[in-house]
């Protein structure tokens, strides 16, 4: 039987020349975007805007565009999927210029990954199939300057 969906924000975060944050949980060689579960009493961006400070110690993030959701199942720290399925509400922000990531709490390391080494980078072949979505919209806002 399939766990509850649980509900989740996060965010593209664009930082100089054109790089965007990526995370990875410890004792783990898998990266994803910063994200996580959306606390009770918070907006979806609230949750967002915290999960990224969180994890990439992030914060002052200018906001572009709300880039929607998509489901993909919870991931162990092997790599495998968990029963449980998170909807994941991700949003478009800009880091203050010059801004360096510091990973905090459960993140082994956090880095800006040059945006043509994105999708190749992503672990999950959802967060890869999702990125594909809002590819052309990133590569808007990161040329926008």
């Given at each position: 039987m ?5 509900r989740?924000?996060?965010?593209i975060?664009?930082?100089?020349s054109?790089t ?11 990266w994803?975007?910063p994200?996580?579960?959306i606390?009770a ?12 400070a969180?994890?990439?110690?992030l914060t002052?993030?200018?906001?572009i565009?709300d880039?929607?959701s998509y ?5 162990h ?15 478009l922000?800009a880091?203050p210029?010059?801004s360096?990531v510091a ?6 390391e956090?880095?800006f990954?040059?945006?043509k080494?994105v999708l190749?980078s992503l672990?999950?072949?959802?967060d890869r199939?999702?990125f594909?979505?809002?590819?052309e ?5 990161i040329?926008?300057?």
């Open positions: 399939q766990e509850p969906n649980t989740c924000a996060g965010g975060v664009l930082g100089d054109g965007i944050a990526l995370v990875r949980n410890q004792k783990s060689t898998l994803f975007f994200k996580g579960k606390d009493g918070e907006t979806d961006e609230e949750a967002a805007r915290r999960e990224i969180e994890e990439t110690g002052n993030l200018e906001y565009d880039l929607g489901e993909r199942p919870r991931i720290k092997d790599g495998s999927d968990h029963t449980e399925i998170k909807t994941i509400h991700m949003y922000f880091a210029p010059h360096e990973p905090t709490l459960e993140i082994e956090a880095k990954v040059p945006f080494h190749e672990y999950h072949p959802k199939a999702w594909i979505t809002v590819f919209r990133v590569r808007h806002a040329q926008r300057d």
